[in-house]
């Protein structure tokens, strides 16, 4: 009743009110809607759509959701290959520019990117790259090269001479035909030098939390090699500008000191009042909007100063990041709220505008494709070996030294922001730009298969320790990759409940987070916190516990490289309730969900699955399956208790390996254990009967032998179980056969050989 009550009142009232408008209007002094006819009336439509739809701000919208899906698709696709995520992004600038889109769908390309529209996407990536050269001020941490200065300005300056050398003597072989008209020599000469000797440290950086260097002596060296060579590039680059804008190193000499000034305006007076207010406003409660609105303000005025000066504004953001308070959760916040909007929303924008500046086309012959060679091989060949021999004159290894080489050489973004820079400048022309931005690609690109070739040609040696050896093959290893903290605490419990009592065993906890999440000052904080549970646990516990955190570009597949690679005798890995919604392991642990989950629906769509398909696991289980080559076991989590009263269903012969479990249940944990006949294995196989007599010996009351009396519906044994240990044959055949005691079982381990 009161909801028809409500109903008959809202009708009542907005149905008066719309016969009082109606009844205003007609009596108006316009009264009435133009008649303009079934024709006319269809052509008002078309002609208020079209408007609607080149309207300036409904193209803006266009182009950025047009540019985030193509460089997040593109960049998940090399992310998923091993390649730097950059490489995707700078590849979907280029496939929406002039040389893929504007060529092959004319049309299409008019329509989303008309040349009046280029201004508001100029400066909507210029706020991107503002903000983006603003974390990346913040990332870099100037303390980490107080231990090593003198040999990371060594590394940093020769890194950087050299390549620059390189340039200014390309420059005077290409000027004559590529210098534009009207620039002088000396502004090419310094733009290709500094473009030649330029890195990237946010990728060099990604690549070293990636393979795991991170906590290596060579990654923190090289990290404080890269952070010298980016500080002195960024200054050498503020110089060049300088001397192009004032024509002559005379005339920029006011430029020069106006620049110095800022440097100590900033470093000597702003950097103490922040550093005070940073430790004032240290976490997430206290770092409210106007403190945000201080620190932004900063930023904004920093890079207002340094254009206004004529060193371009990304030079002040850049410095506004590196005085930021050195507070590591300050930094850790203030990363996190501004490098999500920059990198994801904005910093795709300038890629594409890049794209759209990059004509490859323009290489229409073979004399350019060869400068374009020349222009590649002279900036790996200037920036690897003066990175690298001058690695190796500061103490590092032939190896290291060609490792430090090969990661110097990468230049992925910020080589684009130095092109754009000149272009704007009208130093470089087109043709020059083009070749550059692919020397950038196939420099960013080689890294990864140069440090690969690297440490295959010569690798480590190995320990020739005896003993060593002898120790490590009478350890029992458990390797645990885990995701949610509390689950990895489950699963690190019940690996110990398997090897406790072996003093030889010890567990090793995983945890990969995507690199793109990492940063050098959120890192301890992430590893810290992923693993605070399980090592409070241990320590209550007396677990024997390892840790391992790094980043990773594909989770699965490093999970299963690092279970392959390493010592292990076994893994556990584990399956979390929400990605099994839809899915018929869903269903078996007893998720109930009215809708379908996104990303088996996207598998559908991609074809990697059928929608409704009654697949036991989901890809990633799947995919450490076909890949992880020693033991595994499946933990299904439902109830997580310790395994003191343990199920084990025997299905076939194919599953007496489990036997070895029993004897670790028995031994390590002293588990009551139920073996279940299922199909009367053990009447088939006396050795396997001889077992479990023995094992009852050994463990006398703690092992039990019976004979199934299950039903479609309901295995009596499991009732008040802790775990159910199977193996993946005959889970597989009790999911296909759709038996209902598998939704009433407790937790699950589900083993494979």
């Not at 590849?91 to 520019?97: D, F, K, V, W």
């Not at 404080?224 to 000499?253: E, N, P, Q, R, Y």
């Not at 044994?717 to 005691?741: C, H, N, P, Q, Y």
Request: charged share 15%; net charge neutral.
């Amino acid at each position: 009743m009161p909801k028809v009550r409500s109903l008959l009142f809202y009708v009542l009232v907005v149905g008066t009110c719309l016969a009082a408008m109606w009844t205003i209007i007609a009596h108006g002094p316009s009264a009435g809607l133009p008649d303009a006819g079934t024709h006319g009336l269809w052509q008002q439509f078309k002609d208020t759509y079209h408007e609607n739809l080149t309207h300036p701000l409904a193209i803006l919208l266009l182009q950025i959701i047009t540019i985030i899906i193509t460089a997040r698709a593109l960049g998940f696709i090399c992310s998923r290959i091993g390649l730097p995520v950059v490489i995707g992004e700078i590849a979907a600038g280029i496939l929406l520019g002039p040389s893929f889109l504007a060529s092959q769908f004319p049309a299409y390309s008019g329509f989303l990117f008309p040349v009046a529209s280029m201004p508001n996407l100029q400066f909507l990536s210029q706020i991107g790259l503002i903000l983006f050269m603003f974390v990346i001020g913040m990332e870099l941490d100037l303390q980490v090269m107080k231990d090593r200065l003198k040999d990371a300005l060594v590394v940093s300056h020769v890194g950087i001479v050299i390549p620059f050398t390189f340039g200014v003597a390309l420059a005077y072989a290409m000027h004559e035909r590529f210098m534009p008209a009207h620039t002088g020599f000396l502004g090419f000469a310094l733009f290709l030098g500094i473009s030649m000797s330029i890195a990237a440290f946010p990728v060099l950086a990604r690549i070293v939390q990636e393979r795991g260097w991170q906590r290596t002596s060579f990654g923190s060296t090289v990290i404080t090699f890269a952070a010298a060579d980016d500080v002195t590039a960024w200054c050498l680059l503020a110089i060049v500008i300088a001397v192009v804008k004032a024509g002559t190193f005379a005339s920029s000499i006011w430029t020069v000191l106006m620049t110095a000034a800022f440097l100590f305006l900033m470093f000597r007076v702003v950097r103490p009042f922040l550093q005070r207010l940073g430790d004032a406003y240290a976490d997430r409660d206290s770092l409210s909007k106007p403190i945000v609105a201080v620190y932004i303000v900063l930023l904004l005025l920093s890079a207002y100063t340094t254009e206004v000066i004529g060193i371009h504004a990304l030079y002040g953001a850049f410095v506004a990041g590196v005085i930021m308070p050195n507070n590591l959760r300050f930094r850790t916040l203030f990363i996190d709220k501004i490098e999500d909007l920059a990198v994801v929303l904005l910093l795709p924008l300038f890629f594409v505008f890049t794209g759209l500046r990059t004509e490859i086309g323009l290489l229409n012959d073979v004399g350019l494709w060869k400068w374009c060679a020349v222009i590649v091989a002279v900036a790996t060949i200037g920036k690897f070996s003066g990175s690298a021999i001058a690695a190796r004159f500061v103490g590092l290894s032939m190896r290291e030294s060609l490792m430090t080489g090969a990661l110097m050489n990468t230049r992925g973004l910020m080589e684009l922001v130095v092109l754009n820079i000149g272009y704007d400048l009208g130093v470089i022309g087109p043709e020059i730009f083009a070749m550059m931005v692919i020397m950038a690609l196939v420099t960013t690109l080689m890294t990864g298969p140069a440090l690969t070739l690297i440490e295959r040609l010569m690798p480590l040696p190995r320990k020739n320790d005896a003993q060593a050896r002898a120790r490590e093959a009478r350890t029992f290893r458990v390797l645990v990759p885990f995701g949610d903290p509390l689950r990895g605490r489950n699963m690190v419990r019940l690996a110990n409940a398997l090897v406790n009592r072996n003093t030889n065993a010890r567990i090793t906890a995983l945890h990969l987070v995507p690199s793109g999440d990492l940063n050098q000052y959120n890192q301890e904080e992430r590893e810290r916190e992923s693993f605070r549970p399980i090592r409070k646990d241990a320590r209550n516990h007396e677990i024997r516990l390892d840790t391992l955190f790094q980043a990773s570009s594909d989770l699965p597949r490093d999970v299963a490289a690092t279970a392959n690679n390493g010592t292990y005798d076994m893994a556990i890995i584990g399956v979390g309730r929400g990605i099994y919604q839809g899915t018929l392991l869903g269903r078996i642990v007893g998720i109930t969900s009215r809708f379908i989950d996104p990303e088996r629906l996207l598998g559908s769509i991609t074809g990697k699955e059928k929608l409704f398909g009654e697949e036991v696991f989901d890809d990633r289980v799947r995919q450490l399956l076909r890949e992880i080559r020693i033991p595994l076991g499946i933990y299904v989590e439902k109830d997580p208790q310790p395994p003191d009263h343990v199920v084990i269903p025997f299905f076939s012969l194919t599953d007496s390996f489990l036997m070895t479990y029993v004897q670790k249940l028995l031994v390590n944990h002293g588990s009551h254990i139920t073996l279940i006949d299922m199909v009367g294995v053990f009447d088939q196989s006396p050795e396997l009967l001889q077992t479990v007599q023995a094992m009852e010996t050994t463990a006398p009351g703690k092992l039990v032998l019976m004979r199934s009396i299950a039903t479609d519906d309901r295995l009596p044994e499991l009732e008040g179980a802790d775990l159910m240990l199977i193996g993946i044959e005959a889970w597989t055949k009790a999911v296909e056969e759709g038996r209902s005691w598998l939704q009433t079982s407790p937790s699950v381990l589900i083993m494979r050989p």
